[in-house]
């Protein structure tokens, strides 16, 4: 088994904890996080349908994942859950969706992943946790890293129509949010 790119069995599932009720019809806060082309991105300004998908951190082939990593519910499966997003990215864009990946690393250690792992998409550094703290998105604790809890998000014009939280299985996100759209776009 790929430790990355595999999900192991048994994996502990995240319990809804309302922790994300708030976030329908929110608006997205107008702050400018840093993307993996090295360029700055205000989310709120972003016209049409656009996926974000938060994720905890992805691990890397040259370091150890935090410790008890796989026992920490729905902490594990970024890797996984960033190839479906890629491989099922044609069809969101057909569906007229953007998509950006989301997490607290910074856009240098996002870049690797990008590359390894062939994103047609750019990844999101809230390493400050400005976004998270503005939307009140759950945080968790890991090896001294605050880390965003998995969940995606789906706005229109700036304005979140819909969320998946807790996200688990996390390689069936993209599935999730292509039935979504298929049944709630306009």
């Not at 996080?33 to 300004?45: A, E, R, W, Y």
């Not at 935090?66 to 491989?87: L, V």
């Not at 809230?126 to 890991?142: I, N, S, T």
């Not at 229109?156 to 939280?165: D, L, P, S, V």
């Amino acid at each position: 088994m790929n430790l990355l790119t595999e999900l192991p069995e048994n994996l502990p599932v995240p319990e809804d904890d309302g922790a994300c009720d708030h976030l329908p019809t929110l608006k997205l806060p107008a702050l400018s996080l840093p993307v993996t082309n090295g360029k700055l991105i205000n989310l709120s300004t972003h016209s049409g349908w656009l996926v974000i998908y938060c994720y905890p951190m992805t691990g890397r082939p040259d370091r150890a994942l935090p410790p008890d990593w796989d026992i920490i519910p729905g902490a594990r499966g970024c890797t996984p859950q960033a190839c479906a997003f890629r491989d099922h990215y044609q069809e969101l864009t057909e569906l007229g969706a953007g998509v950006y990946g989301l997490s607290t690393q910074t856009s240098d250690y996002q870049l690797e992943a990008k590359q390894r792992l062939h994103l047609p998409f750019e990844l999101l550094s809230d390493y400050q946790l400005e976004f998270a703290h503005a939307l009140k998105l759950p945080l968790f604790e890991a090896d001294n890293m605050t880390l965003i809890k998995r969940l995606t998000l789906i706005t229109f014009n700036g304005t979140i129509k819909k969320m998946f939280y807790p996200v688990f299985p996390p390689d069936s996100n993209a599935t999730q949010v292509i039935e979504w759209l298929q049944e709630n776009k306009k």
